[in-house]
């Protein structure tokens, strides 16, 4: 007689997900019963490669954070998936030495001496934070606050100067470093999906490990990383458009009364399957939307618990931080192929934070305020006429309300407060083609915020927060009144690794973490 098999059901197949199922058929396929549930209809979660304009783009994730013992890279590397001859692909290139700096108005601010102290001034200040050097003045828990005070500390202390290399005095010293900082300050926010700094928590930013080496795209795509993994499952494992409505599971001691699998699950079909374990591997942002609408204030989106997860689970899932970040992809007119490798820099873009003169009025009042806190447009690799910008929180947002040629022309008002006439270093490399460089056909981009089933981009450390909650996020139901998990409902993805947080490793290491954690508890040895 044959045993019945565990089963497993998983719920949502992004990185985690998948490689929880992997770990899982590939060390004991014949203990368990498994099934990955994906409410939509593709696999990949928040990784999501696509093709724009004859380039491989990537909408979701998009960086190998670090190549020094990351998971992600060792699988990019053993699948061959680094290296692509047949399709250009989203890489960034020509960061950083090939950047240019211009203020708005159209003034390129001098490196050596201007951006490239306040550069340093702002590395040094997030150095010492990751490191655990900082300090919050005045008890204050912010990082935004710990970072203005720096910055007010450096320009008390710095050298009195009045060049600032604006031929027409429309910028101050005090301003243009002013703006430079605040440049800084909105690629954070990208790097944290935080929408203010304010909001961000200094403490846990010494938690925050980074691989060491280099930062690197996927030539073949993230999304061959997940097909990878997904390859590696019995057909039928995978189920797609099944979008999970509720969750019943016993709270006391993890055992029904009538011998039944201790969790049913019901989907928005009205689809009813048991399991002896759920891993649920959805977005904080869905979580936070099923705690928002038991308080009155959610959307009526998320997974309702039955009965409701308990007090510690909950309040983890409100303190938590969860932001939006969402990629704008433009594709530049161009007359020549020679004009399109010709055609843009790396821009850093130095919006002016306090417009006085009329020429900057005109300037701001063109420029939309979705805009203003991007901090650059650049090819996505030297010399493509697909140019990429990042936009974070309200911006972020909004951004996925307008239409397309809204953004073009908001795009266009913002080039021509930055890129007037070129300037004298530029001026070489526009041969004589400023129009067609700074026109653009069309756009693309991503839609985290309002798409249903992420809500958002990843998750972040809040005021008010810690990493204990993402420890609590990671701990699974129920307890047990012996303190030993029954392991009814477990959590993974980016938002439950307390060190690894907001990157796709950290939802790899969820899944793994997940996967043995069932492993160990039936007697199994992982491989």
């Not at 700094?197 to 930013?205: I, P, Q, R, V, Y």
């Not at 001026?427 to 700074?438: F, P, Q, S």
Request: aromatic fraction near 8%.
């Amino acid at each position: 007689m044959v045993a019945k098999k565990v089963k497993i059901a998983i719920i949502g197949a992004g990185m985690a997900g998948l490689t929880a199922a992997n770990r899982l058929y590939t060390t004991s396929h014949d203990l368990f019963d498994l099934t990955v549930f994906e409410a939509g209809h593709r696999i990949g979660g928040r990784i999501l490669t696509s093709d724009f304009a004859g380039d491989r783009i990537e909408t979701g994730a998009t960086w190998i954070h670090g190549i020094g013992g990351s998971p992600v890279y060792a699988l990019a590397t053993e699948q061959n998936l680094l290296e692509d001859s047949s399709c250009n692909w989203e890489r960034m290139d020509g960061f950083p030495s090939d950047q240019l700096t211009i203020a708005e108005g159209g003034f390129m601010v001098d490196q050596d001496h201007i951006a490239g102290p306040i550069s340093s001034l702002y590395r040094g200040l997030m150095d010492d934070a990751r490191t655990g050097h900082a300090t919050s003045p005045d008890g204050d828990p912010s990082v935004g606050v710990y970072l203005r005070r720096g910055f007010q500390q450096y320009q008390a202390t710095r050298a009195p100067s009045a060049d600032t290399g604006c031929r027409d005095d429309t910028w101050s010293l005090e301003a243009l470093e002013e703006s430079l900082f605040a440049m800084e300050e909105c690629i954070e926010r990208v790097c944290t999906s935080a929408d203010n700094l304010s909001d961000l928590n200094l403490s846990a930013e010494s938690e925050y490990i980074d691989f060491p080496g280099e930062h690197i795209t996927i030539a073949k795509g993230y999304s061959r990383i997940v097909e990878h993994l997904a390859s590696g499952l019995p057909p039928g494992t995978i189920r797609l458009g099944q979008r999970l409505r509720r969750v019943e599971w016993c709270s006391g001691d993890g055992t029904p009364t009538d011998g039944s699998s201790p969790v049913r699950l019901q989907f928005s079909d009205n689809t009813v399957v048991h399991a002896d374990h759920v891993i649920v591997t959805v977005s904080l942002g869905v979580l936070k939307a099923e705690i928002g609408k038991e308080s009155g204030k959610g959307n009526g989106i998320g997974i309702h618990f039955d009965p409701a997860l308990p007090d510690f689970k909950r309040e983890a899932i409100r303190r938590l931080g969860w932001g939006v970040v969402n990629k704008l992809f433009m594709e530049m007119e161009t007359e020549t192929e020679m004009e399109s490798r010709e055609a843009f820099p790396f821009l850093r873009m130095v919006f002016n934070q306090d417009p006085k003169d009329e020429r900057m009025k005109r300037h701001a009042s063109k420029i939309p305020w979705w805009i203003r806190k991007t901090g650059s447009i650049c090819p996505i690799y030297s010399g493509s006429h697909v140019l990429l910008a990042w936009f974070v929180g309200k911006e972020a947002t909004h951004l996925e309300s307008l239409d397309d040629e809204e953004i073009i022309r908001g795009v266009h008002a913002t080039l021509d407060a930055f890129l007037p006439t070129c300037g004298a270093k530029y001026a070489a490399r526009c041969t004589g083609t400023e129009t067609a460089m700074r026109r653009i056909r069309s756009v693309k981009r991503s839609r985290w915020a309002t798409d249903p089933l992420f809500l958002g981009s990843y998750s972040y450390v809040s005021i008010g927060s810690s990493g204990d909650d993402l420890d609590l996020m990671a701990e699974p139901l129920p307890r047990g009144k012996d303190e030993v998990p029954r392991l009814q409902i477990l959590f993974g993805g980016e938002a439950t690794h307390r060190t690894h947080y907001s990157t796709t490793h950290g939802a790899y290491y969820s899944g793994i973490r997940e996967a043995d954690r069932l492993l160990q508890f039936y007697n199994v040895t992982s491989v």
